[in-house]
């Protein structure tokens, strides 16, 4: 979890970050420094429908997954690596899965 938030603070060093978290022990129990960057957002318990990731990952198998068969795990690393870089460079489109009025309610009433 460490390397992950360090990797998303140095890609994206230049923006403030809210990052949304489920509530997995791997996720809490970390006892990590935050970059000065980013910021952690604990959604409620049994909430799947509020976190962003889901949309996320069910547009990733729809569109970029959809009957695909692979010869090896590695492949699949390969195909997965690939359209997760070209989502990230496509901001509108990460925008229009991910991005939710009240994420920034949230982050605006806590401060």
């Given amino acids: 979890m460490e390397i992950f938030l360090q ?3 140095e890609r994206h060093s230049q923006k403030n970050i809210l990052m949304v978290l489920d509530g997995a022990g791997w996720h809490k129990n970390q006892s990590v420094p935050l970059p000065s960057n980013l910021q952690l957002l604990f959604l409620p318990p049994y909430s799947p429908e509020l976190n962003s990731v889901e949309h996320l990952w069910d ?3 729809e569109k970029s997954f959809h009957n695909c ?4 795990i590695g492949a699949l690393e390969s ?3 690939h359209v997760l870089a070209t989502f990230e460079k496509d901001l509108q489109r990460a925008k229009s899965i ?10 605006s009433n806590a401060n």
């Fill in 69 to 72: 068969v692979f010869d090896s």
């Fill in 98 to 107: 991910t991005y939710w009025p009240w994420i920034v309610n949230a982050l």
């Fill in 7 to 9: 990797e998303v603070s």
């Fill in 79 to 81: 195909h997965l690596e």
């Fill in 59 to 61: 547009d990733l198998r």
